[in-house]
């Protein structure tokens, strides 16, 4: 009887406190990655916001975009950065898109996101893996080109958040050499 009774005791305690000790660490995960918001820098690397009004057009129209597919999204950032020659063309032209958003299992929801923009017309399959910085989560970068504009883009996505830096007329090795810290700047963790 005693046996019995320890081994209903030990499954109504063990359970629970099995069932916490395994998802603590998810918990507490889900509950950081709530804290994550994106925000627009006044400069990135440098590089100031671009106010062009067409351009701003285009970057609302890709956010809205974002924010359909992922309509949980907490915090959202749609933003240009560049600087001119002196023919008044951008020499240097970033896009940059971000949404928070809590995402249970990243790499998955980033495969996901990115056959998605391949069924919008953007080459994502070249995409390669690459270090996602201190912030964590999967980070793919690549050359990538939409009509007949050649461009570089890196992706990333955490448990709290997805985003995307495009750096127009420029080869991927150029925006790699920036991109955690361009991150930095835009995924903050309260």
Partial sequence: MAVVVGAALL?????????YLLLKDDVGEVVEATQTRVVAPETLNGRPQVSDPQMRSQVDASLAGMRKALPAATSSVGQAYGEKDAEGQYEELFLVLAVSNVA??????LNEALRGM???GMQTDGLTPVDPGPLGGHARCGDNKVGQVEMAICVWMDKGSFGMITYYFHPAADLQREFVTMRGAIEQRS
Avoid: N, R, S
Wanted: charged content about 20%; hydrophobic content about 35%; aromatic content about 0%.
């Fill in 11 to 19: 499954l109504c305690v063990g359970g629970p406190l099995t069932a």
């Fill in 118 to 120: 391949q069924a919008g």
């Fill in 104 to 109: 249970l299992d990243p790499e998955k929801e």
